[in-house]
């Protein structure tokens, strides 16, 4: 028996490979959200981001930042690691 929450990737899944918000199944292409719902996400995460910035925790994955490491970053220095890295593979197309 599939779980509840594999059942939903997989529906979210086939929503996004068919152009449909991955939500509600309204036509959303390019984007994986309808426009409701992309404005509804993004309220969340900048609501999340505020928070995790308040309680001195890193804005991307929520780990608590560490002055020493970190210094006054927002962003914790995985994170920083991660993104560089993402931007390096971009740069060379991979």
């Known amino acids: ?5 594999e059942r939903k990737k997989q529906l979210k899944a086939k929503r996004r490979a068919a152009g449909l918000c991955v939500e509600c199944g309204a036509p959303s ?6 426009e409701v719902h992309r404005e509804n996400h993004a309220y969340g995460k900048r609501k999340l981001r505020e928070k995790y910035k308040k309680s001195g925790r890193c804005i991307t994955c929520g780990r608590k930042l560490d002055k020493d490491i970190d210094g006054d970053n927002v962003t914790c220095s995985i994170c920083i690691e991660d993104r560089v890295l993402r931007a390096n593979m971009a740069d060379i197309g991979i």
């Open 1 to 5: 028996m599939v779980e509840k929450a």
């Open 29 to 34: 292409y390019p984007y994986s959200r309808c």
